[in-house]
């Protein structure tokens, strides 16, 4: 028979203002939740979670493995659908490992945990110190993919994002892992303020160096707020005791009661040596579980952005989820292209009009669209007497065309239409019934070809509009 004594201590940190981590020592149910959200509701969502956790497990007929992963998807379902009945709560979620002394089938007690974000578990085991949950973030995945190396993770922009949390989704896959406990072991579970400012040989340090549970919480607090403290800090130690080789049957220790009425050795003092990295073959045969290391459903949460002493810049409250990010990139990207569009078709054409009694090309569309309104791009030295009182009308309008040099070629048959009409009808003979006529026929004749140039739709508006007058019939 074995028994557990646990330890535990929580801490805002240096930087933030409040503590969304939310601890739970309980007979037998040790957790940590890390939530995110805004200002108030990642404290929501840790605790929401870890009181629905407390009272699922307790309820379920038998504490078995599966009964924490139960309670952990209740949990799930308690913070999604309190974030649903609160409007300021939308997004919010929680990471959560809970450790659970569990009853087997051959009602002997073994250890589960449930896990699902980036708060860890961590194993000491003689020599060794061994992180047993895989965290459910992006950079994590960038590992397993040897895109990156743990060094790079540490510092990757993008190490707050989690490919999964709780309460984010209706439902919620949760890692199972079981572990057969060994005399002497000591399990850390911690969020992730604590392996973010400190490194796994300096955890590991503490936890060997201090024999007491509580004392080595509060050292390990200690610790991640010396090397900045930039996030919440919590962590819970839990011990078997080593004086018995047969921790199959597991009696907890209740927190603040003398270990010693437990027959607990208190005296007892793992390496100072102990190495962290992997587990021996004989160890690792002692945990089982069904996590998914390699899930890529990234459909989670974003973690808390920089913090002050991160990158010199304020500090915001709480975790944007991922999918909040993900809707406003995609938002912004629609909104962008939309407005790409707009301008290149407000701007992609020329038009000829009067400004003044001059003829000059504008770059844009007659009249403007929405808030792009067309500028002056050439204004010629040719008047409105330079080209046949028919056209007037159109260049008052404005006339559209696809380019520069096509407004200005268009100018160019204008004017040379004015002068054509001219050598035909000289100024003696205007007015005189023959010539008229025969003018009047060149005119209807260069009136056809022009209309063809002239595009089917109508601009209308022209820039200055005031004192324009609507496209006049041919004088
Ligand atoms: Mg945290």
């Known amino acids: 028979m074995s028994k557990l004594l646990v330890g535990s201590a929580t801490d805002v940190g240096l930087v933030r203002s409040n503590n969304q981590d939310q601890l739970l020592v309980a007979p037998g149910l040790y957790a940590v939740a890390d939530g995110m959200g805004g200002h108030a509701a990642g404290e929501v969502a840790s605790e929401t979670a870890v009181r629905a956790l407390r009272a699922a497990f307790e309820a379920s007929d038998v504490r078995s493995a599966e009964a924490l992963r139960s309670a952990a998807k209740a949990a799930n379902r308690a913070v999604w659908e309190q974030a649903r009945a609160n409007r300021g709560m939308f997004g919010m979620g929680t990471t959560l490992v809970a450790l659970a002394v569990v009853e087997r089938q051959d009602g002997t007690n073994a250890l589960a945990v449930a896990h699902i974000g980036d708060s860890r578990l961590y194993l000491l085991r003689g020599q060794s110190f061994h992180q047993v949950t895989v965290d459910h973030s992006l950079v994590q995945e960038l590992v397993d993919d040897g895109q990156i190396t743990e060094a790079e993770a540490a510092v990757h922009p993008q190490r707050h994002v989690l490919t999964r949390a709780l309460g984010v989704e209706p439902s919620a896959e949760v890692d199972l892992i079981h572990l057969v406990p060994e005399p002497g072991d000591r399990y850390l579970l911690c969020s992730d303020g604590l392996p973010r400012e400190a490194s796994d040989d300096q955890i590991a340090a503490v936890l060997t160096r201090f024999a007491d549970p509580t004392e080595a919480a509060r050292e390990l607090v200690a610790l991640a707020n010396s090397n900045g403290g930039n996030d919440n800090i919590s962590v819970v130690v839990v011990d078997v005791s080593a004086n018995d080789a047969s921790p199959k049957s597991l009696i907890v220790v209740p927190p603040g009661e003398d270990p010693e009425r ?10 100072a040596t102990a190495a962290t990295g992997s587990l021996s073959a004989g160890q690792k045969s002692s945990i089982t579980g069904s996590r998914t290391p390699g899930d890529r459903k990234v459909r989670s949460a974003l973690r808390q952005p920089p913090t002050r002493q991160e990158h010199g810049a304020t500090a915001l409250p709480g975790r944007l989820t991922w ?12 909104v962008g292209g939309a407005i790409g569009c707009l301008a290149w078709y407000a701007r ?5 009009t009067l400004s003044g009694n001059r003829i000059s090309i504008y770059q844009g569309r007659p009249g403007g669209v929405m808030w792009f309104q067309p500028t002056l791009a050439e204004r010629t030295d040719d008047t409105a007497s330079s080209v046949l009182p028919y056209n007037l009308g159109t260049l008052r309008a404005g006339h559209l065309e696809p380019s520069l040099p096509d407004a200005k070629l268009y100018i160019s048959r204008l004017i040379s239409e004015k002068r054509e009409a001219e050598v035909v009808t000289p100024a003696s003979a205007r007015g ?11 005119a209807r004749t260069t009136t056809a070809r022009t209309a063809r140039a002239v595009p089917t739709t109508r601009p209308v508006g022209t820039p200055g509009r005031a004192g324009r007058a609507k496209p006049s019939a041919p004088a």
Not at 262 to 271: K, L, M, N
Not at 432 to 442: D, E, I, L, Q, V
């Open 262 to 271: 437990y027959g607990h050795d208190r005296g007892r003092a793992p390496s």
């Open 323 to 334: 999918r909040v990010v993900s809707f406003v990139s995609a938002l912004c990207i629609v």
């Open 348 to 352: 992609s054409s020329y038009f000829v």
């Open 432 to 442: 005189a019934p023959r010539s008229a006529s025969k003018t009047t026929t060149t």
